[in-house]
């Protein structure tokens, strides 16, 4: 059997039982008590949309297809401008990827997230940034146009839109929802995540009926 120490850190890791809620927001609560101003690993976004540095160790958890919950309405302003609402991602299996241009983990992060969306986007699969704290949009935008980063980001200084996903742990820079192809949250990551970690979940989605 395959130890905690073996499993790479964002792998993701399938949990049953009715409880998975109360442990994820059990979890999200965890990562605010224990909050410190100096990590480099993840930025909590809780508290009115107040940033700061948590320390945290990237974990994954793929949830079972039967323990699904939607996820939220959401919407707001993309960057370069133009209204966007999560209607637009009916019948798709989405990548929602909270991340700022400041945050060294993203930048290392979203230009990996670009390749993957380049292999799957013509499979039902999109991708969508959450631009989170930054000091102005043209820093946002600077970094998707120098990245060639194609996919869409809304413009969300405040942290808006991971308020909304209060049920889950989206309170960390950078996060990473994956909802099914129902809307229904089908993983979450909190911490970088690799592209293998990335293409398996898709996988996994792209297989279900």
Do not use: H
Not at 68 to 80: C, E, I, N, V, Y
Not at 95 to 106: D, E, K, R, Y
Not at 139 to 147: I, L, P, S, Y
């Amino acid at each position: 059997m395959t130890t905690p120490r073996e499993r790479s850190a964002g792998a993701p890791r399938s949990r049953g039982g009715p409880g998975r809620r109360a442990l994820l927001a059990a979890a999200a609560a965890l990562a605010v008590l224990t909050g410190c101003s100096t990590g480099d690993d993840q930025v909590d976004v809780t508290n009115g949309g107040q940033f700061r540095f948590v320390a945290g160790t990237p974990a994954g958890e793929v949830i079972p297809e039967n323990e699904r919950q939607s996820a939220p309405d959401f919407g707001g302003t993309l960057l370069g401008g133009g209204d966007w609402t999560s209607d637009e991602l009916d019948g798709r299996i989405a990548v929602l990827n909270f991340w700022g241009s400041w945050c060294a983990p993203c930048r290392v992060e979203t230009p990996q997230f670009q390749e993957v969306y380049a292999e799957v986007r013509d499979e039902g699969v999109e991708f969508l940034g959450l631009n989170v704290k930054e000091a102005d949009e043209q820093f946002g935008q600077a970094f998707v146009d120098t990245q060639g980063i194609e996919f869409p980001s809304l413009y969300d200084p405040a942290g808006e839109v991971a308020l909304t996903f209060r049920d889950y742990p989206a309170n960390a820079i950078p996060s990473t929802i994956v909802l099914d192809r129902e809307g229904r949250v089908a993983a979450v990551y909190t911490g970088e995540v690799s592209q293998d970690d990335l293409r398996a979940v898709l996988d996994l989605l792209l297989g279900e009926g």
